[in-house]
DNA sequence: CGACATTTTGAGTCAGCTCAATCAGTGTGG
DNA sequence: CCACACTGATTGAGCTGACTCAAAATGTCG
């Protein structure tokens, strides 16, 4: 509901690595803010666009895929709160892929040329976007591995040690259990893996009691045990040194 | 040998898309280069190093790449003259992935601090580098969608695509011929493919007439058939906007 | 010519796929 | 409260693309 708020969540991301200048913050927290309120399953930006604004995400969850040809979907990100997963446009305008929420969502629109307004009158601003935009990409560089030489399980595991250490990372999570708004069929289109694949070997992973699943909501019973299937090692999203590591037992 | 002669291949690229002021240009012509030369497979960069410098590829072809668990490598992105792969490390010091050569190559070393005075000194230099970045994810995403989506023919006729595509558009191919210093080995390790299948599949892609390959060069005979095959559209690899594009016959 | 890296081929196996039901949970209208 | 519709999860039964292992053939280069 409340712009300030969901511009603050933005500010603590940007400040993890490099605090900022308190006249920075401010401009930061000023910035115009459009709220739209979305369904599950819709479309925020299509491939193709040119964009003249870009999207912090408020509320829900966010992702961004591609269509091949055949009709197959390759979910590319995930992106939570505090996110502005097309800040990219701001220096490539056309899409080249697409941006939609995965559940019930609050996004905020702001205009590419307010963004611009900061970045380019303070390098600590544009440094700031630009190490997020750094670390999305190392983030594609883990699923790459990820999908071209993991086998299924260690990828459904990595995706879970990721995501609960995403969410921990801004506070939606105690780093033991959180939301998990995912059908299998998009973390199977997360992982190139067939819904069916997914499922069975989901369902190992839960029978070897490293996790359950219940009602949308992920428990970690075992981290240690999941992190070792996945080969997760949480360097490559690259959190704030000193924040707070999800610790088995 | 030239150092200027490098750095110009730099500002060429960094000059893709927007520009630069004569100023601008004379200071990035200007920077520290000390350059190095390396045989094929060496290391540039590991994983988990800190680093103070970045480099730029002078001569010959660098990959990133990581390991896993079991010994299998991804290659993650292949890097051609006038690249800074690693630019990322000036906001994130710790790599969380190596670089290697894959070919007898000269690279420049750069320290970050040179770098560092340009791009807070101009939002200009600063936006190009960025740039580079996003560009580069966004290659990341298709070879995503790639490893994730695609049969193994159309991911590999997808890397010849865009091997010939960048080449050309650095000047080193004229679009239907161009060196390719790649093993199998190696570019089943870029497609997250075994070599055995990757060599059974690229004899089809060559008995279907589409490239040949003799040498270490690569030959397409039918660059409609390949992006068909591939899927390849080269607009995520956003190319200047008048870039001369490959045409078919 | 030898030594070594790379490519090619064959044979057998298996992870992951597709197709096709079935089952469970959640709404919705009557 | 029940019947129906719909979405998502689960299971079973093949099938096949891609893998591993092993060996042979072909380059390449000092």
Redesign the interface.
């Known amino acids: 509901m409340d712009k300030q708020h969901y511009l603050e969540r933005l500010v603590l991301k940007l400040e993890t ?1 490099v605090p900022l200048p308190s006249a920075e913050r401010e401009q930061l927290l000023e910035l115009p803010l459009t709220l739209k309120r979305l369904e599950a399953n819709h479309d925020i930006v299509r491939e ?1 666009e040119l964009t003249k604004q870009c999207c912090l995400v408020a509320e829900g969850l966010v992702c ?1 895929y ?1 269509i ?2 055949d009709g ?3 979910i ?1 990100s995930l992106h939570l709160p505090g996110d502005i997963p097309d800040i ?1 446009s701001l ?2 305008e ?1 899409m ?2 697409s941006l939609g929420t995965l559940t019930p969502a609050v996004v905020g629109l702001i205009p590419h040329e307010a963004v611009r307004t900061l ?2 009158a303070s ?1 600590r601003i ?2 700031a976007f ?2 997020e ?6 983030i ?6 990820g ?4 086998a299924a399980p260690s990828r459904i595991a990595h995706l879970f040690c990721e995501f609960i250490t995403k969410m921990t990372a801004i506070g939606l999570s105690d780093g033991v259990t959180c939301d998990l708004p995912l059908t299998q069929l998009e973390i199977a289109d997360a ?2 893996l067939s819904t069916v694949h997914m499922n069975k070997k989901l369902r190992e992973i839960r029978e070897a009691k490293l996790i359950r699943i219940r009602a949308n909501r992920l428990t970690v019973l075992d981290w240690k045990g999941l992190c070792s299937l996945a ?1 997760f090692d949480p ?2 999203l ?1 959190l704030q040194p000193g924040a707070a590591k999800i610790e088995s037992d």
């Not at 935009?133 to 190392?138: D, H, R, S, V």
């Open positions: 690595h193709g961004r591609k091949v040809g197959a979907r390759q590319l990219h220096l490539i056309r080249d892929h970045t380019r390098y544009s440094e630009w190490r935009t750094l670390i999305e990409a190392a594609y560089r883990e699923w790459m591995v999908i071209g030489r993991r992982l190139g080969e360097d490559y690259h």
